[in-house]
């Protein structure tokens, strides 16, 4: 499929006006303004002046990209992202009205990964901590990459970004720089913390270089662990214990999450634990069976 042409000059002036103020304004990631430029680069391909862009030119960009296979979630993000850059262009007074306040799009349908059980969950650990037995660097960095994961249900990118001195030891608790830049703190459970002391004790000196940064997680070569590197490190943890589904570490912020719901926990709870903003995404995010609803609202419900 050949690129979108390119907008006028104008256009691109007024593109990369907003994604400035995205990222310098609203906090945005560098992922997220790169995902915004994608989807407006397509949207205002071609387009020489933003008077043109009414909202039958977005209903029709949207309409050419149902025809080319996108899916619901996708459609529902590029017509979210059009929407904040009418909104943005409205009112720093390049658009003289708003098109994308009337613009429909499709509900995404929640696609959940497949959660482990709890029993799944701890055979995988296990499983982990047997091969760190024997005090190997790496085999105890994987463990605590895991432990932490499923205890904090803390994002990868905000695993690894993690440093020492985010670490509050005595209360077993991480500060974490989520989406947004909004920091949180999240506590971590008495395995967790076993895997930490072992990593400090006897595998972060081993890998550690005299130019390595303060990472609390390095890798082989000494540097901050890569993301990929951790996805692969659960990737191959859940592999080898079979019966498990096959899950990355976003898989096991969502078991966290299920986990601990299914344990009583408080929703509100788990939304700051997990970072959300809004409390809808955590009850998407998270996977509550029927049976746990009907006993919390036989438990609850004055009329139940």
Do not use: N
Request: overall charge positive; charged content about 20%; hydrophobic content about 45%.
């Amino acid at each position: 499929m050949s690129p979108p042409p390119e907008p006028g000059p104008r256009v691109c002036a007024a593109l990369e006006k907003f994604l400035s103020h995205l990222a310098l304004e609203r906090g945005r990631s560098p992922h997220t303004v790169r995902a915004y430029r994608g989807d407006l680069a397509s949207l205002l391909g071609g387009l020489d002046d933003l008077a043109d862009l009414d909202l039958h030119a977005l209903r029709r960009w949207l309409a050419a990209g149902h025809a080319r296979g996108a899916g619901r979630s996708t459609l529902a993000r590029r017509a979210a992202a059009a929407r904040t850059f009418t909104t943005w262009a409205r009112r720093t007074g390049l658009l003289a009205t708003d098109p994308g306040a009337r613009l429909v799009s499709p509900r995404p349908r929640p696609a959940l990964p497949a959660v482990p059980d709890v029993d799944q969950t701890f055979a995988v650990l296990d499983a982990a901590g047997s091969g760190a037995v024997q005090g190997d660097p790496v085999a105890l960095r994987d463990l605590l990459v895991l432990e932490l994961l499923y205890s904090t249900g803390v994002r990868v990118g905000e695993l690894c970004g993690l440093d020492v001195d985010a670490i509050a030891v005595q209360r077993r608790a991480l500060r974490v720089l989520g989406k947004g830049a909004r920091e949180r703190t999240v506590v971590y459970g008495v395995p967790a913390e076993r895997a930490l002391h072992r990593w400090l004790a006897a595998g972060r000196p081993v890998l550690a270089r005299s130019g390595s940064p303060p990472a609390l997680l390095l890798g082989a070569r000494g540097g901050r662990l890569d993301p990929r590197i951790a996805r692969s490190v659960v990737h191959d943890a859940v592999d080898a214990v079979p019966g498990v589904p096959d899950i990355g570490p976003h898989g096991l912020r969502h078991a966290a999450a299920t986990h601990m719901l299914e344990g009583g926990a408080d929703l509100r709870y788990v939304q700051e634990l997990l970072g959300h903003a809004k409390l809808a995404t955590t009850q998407l995010y998270t996977h509550v069976t029927v049976e746990r609803l009907k006993v919390v609202h036989g438990q609850a419900h004055p009329r139940a």
